[in-house]
């Protein structure tokens, strides 16, 4: 139980949170050959999947018979596939077109648990998050956890049902369990009780909704509260005493350039054995918090950031190329938050450089000889309900996603400021 946590963060089941020699734990990714390694030129605590060619084949060949076996079900022709024991193959196939390889970095992989029972909470921002979210938990947990995930009932429209095909359906296969926002009901929730009640573990999103808007946490009307994790895990320790179930806020930040995902974990938050529903709110609101203080900064952030500052503060609109490149660097020195991308710095000229081309094709801006003159009154403006921000106005998608913090928004707001005033 959390009472019974020493203070070097020991849990009740023996484990420490390390890894290696005589800690108990599996050795860390970096040693394991074959399926996780280190990416090079990151962090110790940056991973990503990687397997042989001779496992993608396997795994390629088991997914195809699977999919032929579904098919003759939808058919009518055989009784319904069982995809649950051969998720990793599926994360290999789905991960090779999709190029997680690639595009899908783990970040603090300490911080998450190596067994289950567990409960993650992130942030909804892309249509695949549940299942590039599972992969990364996958990673981090040195493929001890494969989660369950909670999803609205409906997911996907009529347009994803068909003869040979319902993806509500085979998101249910590969492990997702509805809750209808309508009308929720007790054998709804009671799933994901019992599922940590058998030591397994599931990923939820506390605030149910996508977020368009590029925010890390969005509520719609009748939404404006988190979901709330620590019920499932009252729950669950009230039947079972011994066990403490871990928390863990994990976020992803989507960078539209290089179109990479960095999943970065946080240190796991527990319910005290016998908590109230005050205490059981305040937890929730904490991991919330939580989540959003794990964005990792990139260099269309910060680029997004100081565009946006120019418009809203009515500065001179117009940069040189040259100037703005210093002022994106100018922040990175600041070192102005706890998660920094690792290739930001690094890569300022080229991100940028891809940024503004983009922010071009939107209409929200024009490049010229040596320079990048915004348009203020369309930056200044709020796209129509519904629609996502990062298609339609990727200068607010990006700013969006920092401006709750405040020392990078101070440091945006110096260097922005900087600037002349706009001429009349």
Same mark, same amino acid.
């Given at each position: 139980m959390h009472g019974d946590r020493t203070r070097a963060g020991r849990r009740p089941d023996g484990r420490d949170g390390r890894? !290696?020699?005589?800690?108990?734990?599996?050795?860390? %990714?970096?040693?394991?050959?074959?399926?996780?390694?280190?990416?090079? =030129?990151?962090?110790?605590?940056t991973r990503i999947m990687r397997y042989s060619f001779l496992r993608e084949v396997r795994a390629w060949a088991v997914i195809l018979g699977i999919v032929s076996h579904y098919l003759a079900y939808r058919l009518g022709w055989a009784k319904r596939p069982a995809f649950k024991n051969n998720i990793f193959d599926a994360f290999i196939v789905v991960g090779r077109l999709q190029r997680w390889p690639k595009r899908m970095r783990v970040r603090g992989a300490e911080h998450c648990p190596k067994a289950g029972p567990a409960v993650f909470c992130s942030n909804h921002s892309l249509t695949d998050d549940p299942f590039i979210g599972e992969a990364a938990i996958i990673v981090a947990s040195n493929d001890g956890i494969h989660v369950d995930h909670m999803m609205r009932k409906g997911f996907f429209t009529s347009a994803g049902k068909g003869k040979l095909y319902d993806l509500d359906e085979l998101l249910v296969m590969l !492990?997702?369990?509805?809750?209808?926002?309508e009308n929720v009901t007790l054998s709804q929730l009671r799933v994901f009780v019992d599922l940590l009640k058998t030591d397994e573990s599931f990923l939820?999103?506390?605030t149910g909704t $996508?977020?368009?808007? !590029?925010?890390? %946490?969005?509520?719609?009307? =009748?939404?404006?509260?988190?979901?709330?994790?620590?019920?499932?895990?009252?729950q669950a320790q009230r039947a079972r005493p011994e066990v403490s179930v871990p928390i863990t806020p994990m976020t992803r930040t989507y960078n539209p350039v290089t179109k990479v995902s960095q999943f970065q974990f946080g240190p796991a938050r527990y319910l005290q054995p016998g908590a109230r529903k005050p205490e059981q709110r305040a937890l929730d609101l904490a991991i919330v918090e939580d989540i959003a203080s794990l964005v990792v900064l990139h260099a269309p952030h910060v680029v997004g950031g100081l565009l946006y500052l120019t418009a809203l503060h009515q500065r001179e609109p117009r940069?040189? %190329?040259?100037?703005?490149? !210093?002022?994106?660097?100018?922040?990175?020195?600041?070192?102005?938050?706890? +998660?920094?991308?690792?290739?930001?710095?690094?890569?300022?000229?080229?991100?940028?450089?891809?940024?503004?081309?983009?922010?071009?094709?939107? =209409?929200?801006? $024009? $490049?010229?000889?040596?320079?990048?003159?915004?348009?203020?009154?369309?930056?200044?403006a709020t796209p129509e309900p519904?629609?996502?921000?990062?298609?339609?106005?990727?200068?607010?998608?990006?700013?969006?996603?920092?401006? +709750?913090?405040?020392?990078?928004?101070?440091?945006?707001?110096?260097?922005?400021?900087?600037r002349p005033p706009r001429s009349a």
């Open positions: 890894d !290696g020699p005589g800690s108990g734990n599996p050795p860390p %990714l970096h040693a394991q050959a074959g399926r996780f390694v280190r990416f090079r =030129g990151a962090p110790y605590n !492990g997702a369990h509805h809750i209808d926002r939820m999103y506390p $996508r977020s368009r808007s !590029g925010m890390v %946490l969005e509520y719609r009307a =009748g939404e404006g509260e988190p979901g709330g994790a620590a019920f499932f895990v009252a940069w040189t %190329l040259d100037e703005l490149l !210093g002022a994106v660097a100018d922040v990175f020195a600041r070192k102005p938050h706890a +998660h920094i991308d690792d290739a930001g710095p690094r890569e300022v000229r080229r991100q940028t450089a891809k940024f503004v081309a983009l922010c071009e094709k939107q =209409g929200l801006l $024009r $490049r010229e000889a040596g320079a990048v003159c915004i348009d203020p009154d369309a930056v200044l519904g629609v996502s921000y990062r298609k339609v106005h990727l200068i607010k998608w990006t700013a969006n996603q920092v401006q +709750h913090l405040p020392e990078v928004v101070n440091a945006l707001e110096d260097v922005a400021l900087a």
